[in-house]
């Protein structure tokens, strides 16, 4: 596996690996090459005994990420991918939390909950794009979020693709804790401590065992989902139409494609 990276730092410290994605000037936004470089990287937190947990978090207080980079989902990349970063997530045996320094958004939003914990700082804003760029999610991440917050409000969510405080994410249950971002290293190295005094075979097993109801839809490729319901959605020219209205900072015109 890589053990140098460009778009994200991994470090170890005192069993806790941190994982960032380090592309600040795009509020940490991911193309494919980074979704890559995060695979690998929690793909060698899984049999490394010097990791007892592991941080996924951005670089700055600005964002944890902002999702698909648009430029690259509006050049194809979405077409091209394959994503298992999430599935990788939910199959770590070690817990996984997600340190949430701002904008959490698209893409950067499903990260973050599919995480076993996320902790965040209260200016953080938490939100779905995908109806407004044409960038379709599918699987597992989105039927995760109903697991968390209920059918009704996972579908306001991801359907009128509104931003939300991070308080208001606390008090529906897609968050675990919110505080001052000047606090927010504080509290992450407390879960990290409480995680670390107990059993890991344990919190493994645990992990195995909440992985249990999602099993059926984890099976299936998100893009496999994408094709069965959209035939060549991605040659449609709605996706691109999403991506370009965004980059000219314009509502997209999604009515020829109704």
């Not at 170890?12 to 994605?21: F, H, K, P």
């Not at 999610?137 to 039927?143: H, I, L, W």
């Not at 344990?202 to 999602?214: G, P, T």
Request: aromatic share 8%.
């Amino acid at each position: 596996m890589k053990t140098e990276y460009t778009d994200i730092l991994f470090e170890v410290a005192d069993y806790v690996c941190t994982i960032t994605i380090n592309r600040p000037r795009v509020l940490n936004a991911f193309t494919g090459h980074t979704i890559k470089e995060l695979e690998d990287a929690i793909l060698r937190t899984y049999d490394d005994k010097s990791i007892g947990v592991v941080v996924l978090t951005g670089t700055g207080d600005r964002a944890f990420s902002a999702g698909g980079d648009v430029k690259w989902e509006s050049e194809g990349g979405l077409d091209a991918i394959e994503w298992n970063l999430g599935r990788y997530i939910v199959e770590c045996p070690k817990p996984v939390i997600a340190r949430v320094p701002g904008y959490a958004i698209g893409g950067g939003n499903h990260l973050a909950y599919v995480c076993d914990f996320t902790i965040a700082a209260e200016h953080a804003v938490f939100g779905q794009t995908g109806p407004r760029v044409g960038s379709p999610a599918s699987g597992y991440p989105v039927a995760q979020s109903a697991n968390i917050l209920g059918h009704k409000r996972a579908r306001e969510m991801w359907m009128l693709t509104r931003q939300y405080s991070a308080q208001q994410m606390l008090e529906w249950g897609l968050i675990n804790a919110v505080v001052p971002k000047e606090k927010l290293d504080e509290e992450v190295a407390q879960w990290c401590r409480e995680l670390l005094a107990v059993s890991p075979t344990c919190l493994k097993v645990l992990k195995a065992s909440f992985r249990i109801h999602m099993d059926p839809i984890m099976k299936d490729r998100m893009a496999d989902i994408v094709e069965q319901v959209a035939p060549g959605y991605h040659r449609t020219g709605e996706q691109q139409e999403g991506a370009k209205a965004f980059l000219e900072k314009r509502p997209p015109d999604f009515n020829p494609w109704r």
